[in-house]
């Protein structure tokens, strides 16, 4: 079992940046890839970025190439999501989520955190 909780969200203006952390509790964090999605009001949930379990592999949405950079921290079982160069359509709720395979469709994703609110003003 693994508890996520994210953190980090808040108002930003456009341009600016903002870094999200996802802490998880558990042993068994290290061994599960984790994901960054995130939902606009009345929108369907987006695949954002997934790193795999040792970090050795990251992928991401086109929507954030060259803007958003996800990475972990295994020994604080904390993954992380730095974003840059935000825009208004970044904002959302943003939600980690952890699980065995690493992948971008939300479905296998085994655990997931309540999310963060990322607001970005024009």
């Known amino acids: 079992q693994v508890q996520l909780v994210e953190s980090g969200g808040g108002l930003v203006q456009a341009g600016g940046s903002l870094r999200l952390s996802c802490a998880a509790s558990?042993?068994?964090?290290?061994?599960?890839?984790v994901g960054w999605f995130r939902q606009a009001p009345g929108k369907e949930r987006e695949f954002v970025m997934a790193i795999s379990w040792n970090g050795g592999s990251t992928t991401y949405a086109d929507s954030v190439k060259g803007r958003f950079a996800i990475s972990r921290d295994n020994a604080k079982n904390t993954a992380y999501l730095q974003m840059n160069s935000l825009k208004p359509e970044d904002t959302a709720a943003y939600y980690c989520a952890a699980g065995t395979y690493y992948a971008t469709n939300p479905r296998q994703y085994d655990y997931w955190g309540h999310g963060t609110q990322v607001t970005v003003s024009s």
């Open positions: 558990g042993r068994t964090f290290s061994t599960y890839s």
